[in-house]
């Protein structure tokens, strides 16, 4: 057959209809919204309670439930790949491109992208809103830039951290379960080490997230004096490593 | 068995070789060699755990083989540039995401191999998906209406080769009857149709050419006419008042005598002449004297019956020979 189209089944073709799933089915858009949503909603509920704590950033006040949509991120991540292994149609993507590192790859860039997007919006609307309703001079500001690019990149990893994660399980529940897990244990088992505590919970992906938002939770005791910026790299190196040894086992698993 | 004409290109052409898949200790597909050739349909028959689907994954590049190959066209799945081109595949109702619609279920695919999406129309209306229909969720479709979707997946990208695991499974007489013929005409085109089935009696009407395989191991390869006539053997349906006494009468002359499941006797050896005069010399009447050959069905069950025993025998091999 002759086809005016060059025949290829390459990285952007993989993008492309890794882009029309993520898009077409319920789950990942709207774990996406309430990604989107969650540090809107917590700008507004902490500045309408007025349960800032004097010490507080305006910064770190207003993204108080950018954890939360952390782990959104994260669960969407992982729904990229475990609702394929679960509806069976990761066959079918297999099928239409058997490069299965270029699959994942073109999964990673669109988690990443979308999710680097969603954070920097929604953390900044969120911030510009706190900023607005919280008493002016009350409390101290913040550096909000560049630390909303590092905040955004924080979604982004988080994305990618969830689609290893479900890749290596492949079914929604469990991996669901376990990067929540990875995000939360940490920080609420790391008191448990004592003086241990700041790297256990310092590690974490969401103590890289509180470091970048100026949070006063984010002390030197509870995460670790790592730098906010260090903390992002750190988090970004160990989710690559994850998301490589995926690949891997992606490779050589049976479909 | 029969190797068939020898062509000169291997374009379209599915070959496997000394093909094997292990999981753990259980042989899944065990030293499998065979070619399906483009220009007719060929059918793919094995009892249920055979290993066909697991065949069509291998070839399909989704299971990795223990060792041999497969190959299309000469070359791996895993090496076609955009393999939605070259091969079309449906292997169950289960490929589609229940939440996505049919359409973006197929723009989907057509993006992944750089389809124009003009073409998602074009296979909606050659398997006859209204439009209105394909923007539903695939969740609320049929059986006939997901198998419909399937085969316009693996047609999306025209392919010359389509491989499809039971698509009559669970249809209606019209839909397998609309199969039977879009395959026929697209072997007829020049491709190469291979398709597994079950269902003995469809793949006597639909498949010139058969792959048997029975627990993994390659039982025959040979057209659907010689396959049957090689292990049909060629029968009389007889009906008389007196059913003993004709049994006792034809056994006698060395005829392989068995009361077939109408009530009638089930005759090998002498043809339906020699039984009617047979029958006048001794003055039993007739009621029914009919020339048959065994089906498809017949010959598939009776193979499949002897892997059983095969089996039985293996697994007792001291009970097997007491």
């Known amino acids: 057959m002759t086809t005016p189209t060059p025949a290829r089944a390459g990285y952007p073709q993989a993008f492309t209809y890794e882009w029309i799933k993520f898009r077409s089915v319920r789950s990942t858009v709207w774990t996406t919204l309430a990604t989107a949503l969650a540090p809107v909603v917590g700008a507004v509920f902490v500045a309408a309670t007025g349960s800032l704590r004097a010490d507080d950033t305006v910064l770190g006040g207003s993204l108080t439930l950018s954890v939360v949509a952390q782990m959104l991120a994260a669960v969407v991540g992982a729904l990229l790949v475990t609702g394929e292994y679960g509806s069976g149609t990761l066959r079918t993507t297999f099928t239409a ?39 002016s001079g009350k409390y101290a500001q913040g550096e909000p830039f560049p630390a909303l690019f590092g905040v955004a990149g924080c979604f982004a990893v988080a994305g990618l951290l969830g689609l290893a994660v479900g890749t290596l399980v492949r079914h929604s529940a ?30 974490s992906p969401t103590a890289a997230l509180e470091k970048l938002t100026q949070t006063s939770d984010a002390t030197a005791d ?19 490593v994850l998301l490589l040894t995926a690949a891997g086992v992606l490779r050589r698993r049976d479909t | 068995m029969s190797p068939g004409p ?18 753990g200790d259980k042989t899944a597909v065990d030293r499998l060699t065979f070619a399906v050739r483009p220009g007719r349909v060929t059918g793919f028959l094995g009892p249920n755990g055979a290993g066909k689907s697991t065949t069509m994954r291998l070839i399909l590049g989704l299971d990795a083989p223990s060792s041999g190959r497969v190959t299309i066209g000469g070359r791996r799945y ?32 057509a993006a992944s191999n750089n389809i124009p999406r003009r073409r998602v129309e074009e296979v909606l209306d050659l398997v006859g998906l209204p439009p209105a229909t394909a923007r539903r969720r695939a969740k609320g479709f049929s059986l006939g209406m997901g198998q419909r979707l399937g085969i316009a997946a693996a047609l999306i990208g025209d392919p010359e080769v389509l491989i499809l695991d039971e698509p009559v ?12 013929d879009l395959m026929r005409s697209l072997a007829a085109e020049g491709r190469t149709v291979f398709l597994s089935s079950h269902l003995m009696s469809e793949m006597e009407l639909t498949a ?16 659907t006419h010689d396959f049957i006539t090689a292990n049909s053997r060629a029968h009389t349906l007889v009906r008389s008042p007196r059913p003993e006494r004709l049994r006792a009468l034809l056994e006698a002359r060395g005829a392989t005598v068995a ?12 043809d339906p002449a020699v039984i009617g005069d047979l029958a006048r010399d001794h003055g039993l009447a007739i009621h029914e004297l009919t020339p048959a050959r065994s089906s498809l069905e017949e010959v598939y069950t009776a193979l499949s019956q002897d892997a059983t025993e095969y089996r039985a025998a293996a697994q007792h091999p001291e009970e097997a020979r007491r």
């Open chain 1, 222 to 240: 509870a995460v670790g004096s790592l730098g906010p910026w260090p903390s992002l790299w750190l988090v970004a190196g160990y989710t690559a």
């Open chain 2, 208 to 223: 010139e050419h058969l792959i048997v395989i029975g627990r993994g191991r390659l039982i025959a390869d040979t057209t």
């Open chain 1, 174 to 203: 469990g991996a669901v379960t376990t990067v929540i897990g990875l995000l939360l244990l940490p920080s609420l088992f790391g008191p448990l080490f004592g003086d241990a505590r700041r790297w256990v919970a310092g590690v």
């Open chain 2, 169 to 180: 499974n669970g249809l209606d007489t019209e839909g397998i009857r609309w199969i039977r």
């Open chain 2, 6 to 23: 020898v062509l000169p290109s291997v374009e379209g052409m599915i070959e496997a070789t000394e093909l094997t898949k292990r999981y």
């Open chain 2, 259 to 270: 009361l077939a499941a109408t009530g009638a006797l089930r005759v090998e050896g002498p």
């Open chain 1, 97 to 135: 491109n058997p490069r299965r590192a270029t699959v994942l790859g073109a999964k990673a860039t669109l988690i990443a992208s979308v999710m680097y997007a969603v954070g920097l919006l929604s953390c900044t609307v969120a911030f510009l809103l706190g900023d607005a309703l919280l008493p």
């Open chain 2, 78 to 109: 895993a090496d076609l540039a955009a393999p939605l081109r070259a091969v079309g595949s449906l292997l169950d109702a289960k490929g589609v995401h229940g939440g996505r619609s049919a359409y973006q279920h197929l723009a989907g695919l």
